[in-house]
């Protein structure tokens, strides 16, 4: 399965979370740690929900990029 991931810049770190699977989330202090610490929650949260006879509703969330034009303040 492939799940939609959001990626967040902090101050000091990176936070990830999954809007597939509420409460599966990440922090990491670069890119790179968190992208491994996101996949890593993932499937502790699949195995979670599987371990408890929970269904695991297919992902969803659809991710897309809207390019715009120059912002033009008034």
Known sequence: MRYTVIIEPGNNSY???V???PG????????????????????FHLEA????GEAIAPPRTLCDYVEVGEFVER
């Open 19 to 21: 809007p597939d699977l």
């Open 24 to 43: 599966c989330v990440a922090v990491g202090e670069t890119l790179e740690e968190v992208r491994t610490l996101i996949a890593e929650a993932i499937a």
């Open 15 to 17: 936070g990830a979370y």
């Open 49 to 52: 929900l599987q371990e408890q």
